[in-house]
T-cell receptor, first 116, second 112 residues
């Protein structure tokens, strides 16, 4: 079963609009963490934002915020006021403990294209 | 700034060859990881290591092995390369459990 699901293979958004990238997860570990990464066409993986399962408030980092709905097991990334430079692949990832080991598993990714 | 360096950006090997992918980090991180990235599949964990000489299998370890003799270096080994191992390989390290992964620039391996 897929641990991290990103249902949007691709998204097209007009510049300056807000965009929400979906991520749902599945885990039985009560102490887990959720990460979002950006991968531009250059290939580097850039860390954007982190949310711990016990964090009471949604994480925010500049124009990025994480809409964390624990009961629904979703951790959507919201980018406000999108810019052309936001065009990239975006990956949701989850840290969980499985059989004593702390693993980080990734979703399939969403390719975001910002149109001028 | 954390620097994770992968020795090769592009690599072309023949079927059956033994292939070494090297990764070095300069921040004294204990945890290191190897992923492969394929279109539509995201990143899949091959192996990871919590400390020197320690290794744990990830989700797709078959056909791979790893070596961690020194804290800063984590090597991925393809014992006998096959065409289905053609992929982008990403190495990463992290300081602790809640710390983000820091990635290298990747090695695009082609096996012919």
């Amino acid at each position: 079963a897929q641990k991290i699901t990103q249902t949007q293979p691709g998204m097209f958004v007009q510049e300056k609009e807000a965009v929400t990238l979906d991520c749902t997860y599945d885990t039985s570990d009560p102490s887990y963490g959720l990460f979002w990464y950006k991968q531009p066409s250059s290939g580097e993986m850039i860390f954007l934002i982190y949310q711990g399962s016990y964090d009471q408030q949604n994480a925010t980092e500049g124009r990025y915020s994480l809409n964390f709905q624990k009961a629904r097991k979703s951790a959507n990334l919201v980018i406000s006021a999108s810019q052309l430079g936001d065009s990239a692949m975006y990956f949701c990832a989850m840290r969980e403990r499985l059989q004593g080991a702390q693993k980080l598993v990734f979703g399939q990714g969403t390719r975001l294209t910002i149109n001028p | 700034d954390v620097k994770v360096t992968q020795s090769s950006r592009y690599l072309v090997k023949r079927t059956g060859e033994k292939v070494f992918l090297e990764c070095v980090q300069d921040m004294d991180h204990e945890n290191m990881f190897w992923y492969r990235q394929d279109p539509g599949l995201g990143l899949r964990l091959i192996y990871f290591s919590y400390d020197v000489k320690m290794k744990e299998k990830g989700d797709i370890p078959e056909g791979y092995s790893v070596s961690r003799e020194k804290k800063e270096r984590f090597s991925l080994i393809l014992e006998s390369a096959s065409t289905n191992q053609t992929s982008m390989y990403l190495c990463a390290s992290r300081a602790g459990l809640v710390s983000p992964l820091h990635f290298g620039n990747g090695t695009r391996l082609t096996v012919t």
